[in-house]
């Protein structure tokens, strides 16, 4: 890790942080409101390391097995340090063992085989007393049917729904979106706030509203995200080969 490295990863989570402020006070919402996930996928545990130092707390990642790899070096460089990494990408079933290990919640879980496969793995780990909590679950919509970005569309949520009820390793903490490409993202902020609302009512609990990411999150916050996932505009461009 060089100083360099550290300086620009303050200076754009500085920028990062300062514009979800504005965004907050442009929407009349309260300070606070609004939770910064700095997705780290595609970088070295060392700038993880980095940000730590800076205060962050909260990280995504992606991919496994990258991301366990990762977060058992970051810990062991900094042990006296508690964060939280949740799950931001598409989740193989046979991969939610080693989720379920490391991810506070899984923010893209778009299908009944995928709950069924997360609230087994959830249940072991809390047995082999790898995790203390639950693993959250946010409910992944699809605003355009489109299966290859994801997401359940808004007739499948109340089933997904009660499907993580039905395991006391999981618990539904809300929904969470990714604005369709080529499509306006006031427009799609809006569609999916409006299936947050409808949701709510049969889901008071289910209170998290991850949207926004670093092309949209103002548009994300004015539409009522309580959790933005912003990687390029804190990390800098993806590289092509994943450390
Ligand atoms: C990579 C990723 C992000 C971060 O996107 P940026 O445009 O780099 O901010 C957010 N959400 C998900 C689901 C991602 O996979």
Redesign the pocket.
Known sequence: MTQARSAELSAALTAARNRVDAAVRAAGRAEGDVTL?V?T?FFPASDVVALLDLGVREV?E?REPEASRKLVEVSRARPDIAFDADM??RVQRKKARSVARWARRV??VDSLDLIEALGGAARRSLDDGERTAPLGVLLQMSLDGDPDRGGLVEADLAAAADRVACSDALRLDGL?V?APLGSPPEAAMADAAAIRERFAASHPDAVEF?AG???D?EEAIAAGSTCV???????GA?PLLSP
């Open positions: 996930l997705v996928k995504g992606s931001i990408g923010h893209s969470m990714i991850s990411m670093s092309g999150l996932r912003v990687g390029t505009a804190i990390m993806r």
